[in-house]
């Protein structure tokens, strides 16, 4: 008799007591076994493409920056890989930005260790898993809600910033670093450094967390929008 497949995991956090604790809970099931482990945000795409798991069960805060910026690449890389994203943040705003990046689920760290077991199953299986105070078969609706809102609320200040602006504002947004964005758009790092300053105070944003929400709201980056 064959025995029942397992869900192949893969663990993306850059604190190894907590990969460890994790690991032990997850195999401590019957139907998951854990493939792979990362520390490093640089090494994410990589690993996940070597070992191709089921379910990607992803840190936002990581050496190397934060990994939202790269979840639309890792889906667009490896489809068959579904992303969990475990975090320490109870954040409304971030779960939006993850899901409308490509993340099939979102738990807080310190969920009770069924509801990650449950997320897991859940996202293997192809549905979406929130673990918030918050319905999960709603977020879809909650999503498009939140975007057009958000368009209606925030066109204004956006169509105050220069054109100049706009492409610095969309290359932050969309994980760029500094110097990769005065690359591409044959500036100095300093100049971007100014535009990045000059757009969060017209935009009201700090970090660049802030630009990808802000950018996600206005359904200017997230599927389709590459």
Do not use: C, W
Not at 88 to 106: C, E, F, N, Q
Not at 143 to 159: F, H, I, V
């Amino acid at each position: 008799m064959n025995e029942p497949t397992k869900i192949r995991l893969a663990i993306a956090d850059d604190h190894p007591v907590f990969r460890a604790g994790l690991k032990l809970l997850l195999q401590m099931n019957d139907d998951m076994e854990v493939v792979g482990e990362v520390s490093d945000t640089g090494r994410i795409l990589e690993e996940v493409k070597r070992l191709e798991p089921d379910v990607l069960i992803l840190d936002l805060t990581m050496p190397g920056g934060s990994t939202l910026p790269h979840i639309e690449s890792l889906r667009r890389e490896v489809p068959s890989t579904r992303i969990l994203v475990l975090s320490m943040h109870d954040d409304l705003g971030l779960v939006r930005a993850a899901l409308a990046s490509g993340a099939s689920g979102y738990v807080v760290k310190a969920a009770a260790d069924t509801e990650v077991t449950a997320a897991i199953r859940a996202v293997a299986g192809g549905k979406i898993f929130v673990d918030l105070d918050l319905d999960p078969t709603q977020v879809g609706s909650l999503l498009a809600a939140e975007q057009e809102t958000a368009a209606d609320d925030k066109k204004g200040p956006l169509r105050n910033l220069s054109a100049r602006e706009k492409s610095v504002f969309l290359q932050l947004a969309k994980g760029y670093t500094n110097q990769e964005i005065a690359d591409e758009l044959e500036l100095s790092v300093k100049t971007v450094e100014t535009y990045r300053g000059r757009i969060g105070v017209k935009l009201g944003l700090r970090s660049r967390a802030d630009f990808i929400r802000f950018a996600v709201e206005l359904g200017l980056i997230g599927p389709g929008n590459y």
